[in-house]
T-cell receptor
Framework: NAGVMQNPRHLVRRRGQEARLRCSPMKGHSHVYWYRQLPEEGLKFMVYLQKENIIDESGMPKERFSAEFPKEGPSILRIQQVVRGDSAAYFC???????????FGPGTRLTVL | AQTVTQSQPEMSVQEAETVTLSCTYDTSESDYYLFWYKQPPSRQMILVIRQEAYKQQNATENRFSVNFQKAAKSFSLKISDSQLGDAAMYFCAYRRRQGGSEKLVFGKGTKLTVNP
C-alpha cells in the first residue's frame, strides 16, 4: 500500500505567481489534512477535507489560500499571488476515518523568491 | 484552545544510552489522543507512538515508550538504547477524540542529537 504522495517535492515561485500543491491520500483514506511548517516551528493545521467537502478551514488564511478534494483525483492546496511569507513546508496527511491516526506525506517545500 | 508545550528545544544522548523528551499539554477535554512524531533530516513525518487518554497503560513500541500522566497533563517519550538513526526532530501532538474536526495540535519540537 503506497503511502501518502505529495508533489512536487520542491516548488519555486516568484512573488505574485500561483502555487498548486497536490496530495494523493493512502488507498482507502477519505480524510485529508493540510499543515504548514515554518522554519524552526512545529506543524500548524490549515484545513481538513473529506471527499468534495471542506470540514474545517479554521487554520487557513482567508485570502489567497484555497483547498479542494474532488471526487476523483488528488487534493489540491492552491495559493494565489504568493508572497515571501508563504515560503514553508506544506504537509498533507490522510486517515481512513476521523478517529484514526494521520499518516503524513513527504511534504512540499515552497520557496517564494 | 488546546496547546502543546515542549520545553526542551534541544537534547543530546550518547549512543546506547536512554533519553527522555518532555511534553505537556493543556485541554479541557477528557477523551483524546496523544502522539509522538519523528522528523529526520528528510523532513518526512513518521509516527513513533500513540496513546489513547482513556487507557491507563503506557504505550510502548520497541525501544520507545511513554510516561503518560493524565492528571498532570504530561506525556514524555523515553528512547532506550539510542541509535544514530534516532537523531531527528521529535514533535509531540494532541488530537481530540470526538467532534467533526480531528486536527493535530503540535508542539514546537525537540531536536535530538545522538553522539557516537
Amino acid at each position: 500500500n503506497a503511502g501518502v504522495m505529495q508533489n512536487p517535492r520542491h516548488l519555486v515561485r516568484r512573488r505574485g505567481q500561483e502555487a498548486r500543491l497536490r496530495c494523493s491520500p493512502m488507498k482507502g483514506h477519505s480524510h485529508v489534512y493540510w499543515y504548514r511548517q515554518l522554519p524552526e516551528e512545529g506543524l500548524k493545521f490549515m484545513v481538513y477535507l473529506q471527499k468534495e467537502n471542506i470540514i474545517d478551514e479554521s487554520g487557513m488564511p482567508k485570502e489567497r489560500f484555497s483547498a479542494e478534494f474532488p471526487k476523483e483525483g488528488p487534493s489540491i492546496l492552491r495559493i494565489q499571488q504568493v508572497v515571501r511569507g508563504d515560503s514553508a513546508a506544506y504537509f498533507c496527511a490522510s486517515s481512513p476515518d476521523n478517529t484514526d491516526t494521520q499518516y503524513f506525506g513527504p511534504g512540499t517545500r515552497l520557496t517564494v523568491l | 484552545a488546546q496547546t502543546v508545550t515542549q520545553s526542551q528545544p534541544e537534547m543530546s544522548v550518547q549512543e546506547a544510552e536512554t533519553v527522555t523528551l518532555s511534553c505537556t499539554y493543556d485541554t479541557s477535554e477528557s477523551d483524546y489522543y496523544l502522539f509522538w512524531y519523528k522528523q529526520p533530516p528528510s523532513r518526512q513525518m513518521i509516527l513513533v507512538i500513540r496513546q489513547e487518554a482513556y487507557k491507563q497503560q503506557n504505550a510502548t513500541e520497541n525501544r520507545f515508550s511513554v510516561n503518560f500522566q493524565k492528571a498532570a497533563k504530561s506525556f514524555s517519550l523515553k528512547i532506550s538504547d539510542s541509535q544514530l538513526g534516532d537523531a531527528a526532530m521529535y514533535f509531540c501532538a494532541y488530537r481530540r477524540r470526538q467532534g467533526g474536526s480531528e486536527k493535530l495540535v503540535f508542539g514546537k519540537g525537540t531536536k535530538l542529537t545522538v553522539n557516537p
